[in-house]
């Protein structure tokens, strides 16, 4: 069992940067790959990025303005934000799939995550 929980949302002007942090539960963390999702007011929930063994996947829309990492010390999994633009704008999840030798099209697959936090809400302001 893995109990997720989000924080480092907030208000932000376009173009200003945010960190969300994502600490998991479970002495198994390691063994996960981990994503991030967001769901935007009136949108279906879309992947943002994901983390596996050594692999990072991220979609069109956020590549080379976020990154995300992981310490698997202190089972956390990070997303940084840059150059944040008002699209963004959204509820962003953090997720945990069992293995760690996930393909781009795995990650993407929201139905194939075993464990999901609650959300953070990211705003930027135009």
């Known amino acids: 069992q893995v109990q997720l929980v989000e924080s480092g949302g907030g208000l932000v002007q376009a173009g200003g940067s945010l960190r969300l942090s994502c600490a998991a539960s479970g002495r198994t963390f390691s063994s996960y790959a981990m994503g991030w999702f967001r769901q935007a007011p009136g949108k279906e929930r879309e992947f943002v990025a994901a983390?596996?063994?050594?692999?990072?996947y991220y979609s069109d829309s956020v590549k080379s303005r976020f990154a995300i990492s992981r310490d698997n010390a202190l089972k956390m999994v990070f997303l940084q934000m840059t150059s944040l633009k008002p699209e963004d704008t959204a509820i962003y999840y953090c997720a945990a799939v069992r293995g760690l030798r996930i393909t781009l099209i795995q990650a993407m697959a929201q139905a194939r995550y075993d464990y999901w936090g609650q959300g953070t809400q990211v705003t930027v302001s135009s």
């Open positions: 983390i596996s063994d050594g692999s990072t």
